[in-house]
């Protein structure tokens, strides 16, 4: 049971380059998210989908793009890298958006913008 | 708004030691709260989690009981062991409007020497 795998787990960039950061969950969950990881500033909320077809913004959504094609996958796009996007992103999932239903969060992508 | 507030760490104890790590929160709903653990190099997992007051959630040896009336969910283990050592995180989740929030507590890191 793979449950939420992120892809790749660590990568360099360069300023204004871009790329996707890969989330799949084989859970059947309705609800994903990304969330960046900052020293001193605890998890923060980039962009959320509650299904297929549905996406919605975080607390930090400028510079970052999603969409959610199916419900599995949940990719995470940088538009131009920049140093403040350094940092560690999790993806995380969970069955529905019920306030009570747990998170089940993937390893992490450490991410630095050179 | 809601909020939620953990003590600072790092904390350091010797193993076998008592362990207490404080979480109040603020919510003009009901929330349900949850206690995660990161292990280095991981993502977060669930530790915990109780979704009315009163509730005590509880597992490998940890604690924590939804007191509504302190506004408290404080995590508390017996005995701790070396591979405790993570950083443990207090978060509550709730409706806002039709969408659910989740708030994260900044973390508390945990060191237990041998």
Redesign the interface.
């Known amino acids: 049971n793979a449950g939420v795998t992120q892809t790749p787990k660590f990568q360099v960039l360069k300023t204004g380059q871009s790329m996707t950061l890969q989330c799949a969950q084989d859970m059947n969950h309705e609800y994903m998210s990304w969330y960046r990881q900052d020293p001193g500033m605890g998890l923060r909320l980039i962009h959320y989908s509650v299904g297929a077809g549905i996406t919605d913004q975080g607390e930090v959504p400028n510079g970052y793009n999603v969409s959610r094609s199916t419900t599995e996958d949940f990719p995470l796009r940088l538009l131009s890298a920049a140093p403040s996007q350094t940092s560690v992103y999790f993806c995380a999932s969970s069955r529905t958006p019920t306030a009570s239903q747990p998170q089940h969060f993937g390893d992490g992508t450490r991410l630095s913008i050179l | 708004g809601d909020s939620v507030t953990q003590m600072e760490g790092p904390v350091t104890l010797s193993e076998e030691a008592f362990l207490t790590i404080n979480c109040t929160y603020t919510a003009t709903g009901y929330?349900?709260l949850?206690w995660?653990v990161q292990y280095p190099?991981?993502?977060?997992?669930?530790l915990l989690?109780a979704?009315k007051a009163d509730d005590k959630g509880s597992n490998k040896g940890f604690e924590a009981t939804y007191r509504k009336e302190t506004t408290s969910f404080h995590l508390e283990k017996g005995s701790v062991q070396v591979s405790d050592s993570a950083v443990y995180?207090c978060a509550l989740?709730?409706?806002a409007g039709n969408?659910?929030k989740?708030i994260?507590?900044?973390?508390t890191s945990l060191a237990v020497n041998p």
């Open positions: 929330p349900s949850f995660y190099g991981e993502g977060l997992q669930l989690k979704t995180f989740s709730d409706w969408n659910r989740l994260w507590g900044l973390g």
